[in-house]
């Protein structure tokens, strides 16, 4: 059972920068695209940013390409997202999640069709 835990989520102010980080555990990832998502308050789940585990490719939401970088440590098994220049639109819950992809496609950007999810980090970025 793959299990996904997600951290680094907090407080700051417009313009400044967060690393979120997703630890992750329970398989092998070879054929694992890892993506984080998140959730505005009053609004639906968006794609945020995904990378192929093995390739280490990654894709990302036009909103957030340029600030944010995924990025992953392979020795940890962890996914991290650098968030630069934070605006406070990009308040939301963070999520961390896996899709098992063994495809050259893209990965999916719509949420229900990934596999295993984390508890989510609240970010807020205040003005």
Avoid: H
């Avoid at 299990?3 to 690393?19: H, K, Y």
């Avoid at 092998?28 to 890892?34: A, D």
Wanted: glycine share 10%.
């Amino acid at each position: 059972q793959v299990q996904l835990v997600e951290s680094g989520g907090g407080l700051v102010q417009a313009g400044d920068s967060l690393t979120l980080s997703c630890a992750a555990s329970g398989g092998t990832f070879s054929n694992y695209v890892v993506g984080w998502f998140r959730q505005p308050p009053g609004k639906d789940r968006e794609f945020a940013a995904a990378l192929r585990w093995n390739t280490g490719s990654t894709t990302y939401a036009d909103s957030v390409k340029g600030r944010f970088t995924i990025s992953r440590d392979y020795s940890k098994s962890t996914v991290y997202l650098q968030m630069n220049s934070l605006k406070p639109e990009d308040t939301a819950v963070y999520y961390c999640a896996v899709v098992l992809w063994n495809t050259y496609k893209p990965p999916p950007r719509t949420s229900a069709s990934w596999n295993y999810w984390g508890q989510g980090t609240q970010v807020t970025v205040s003005s």
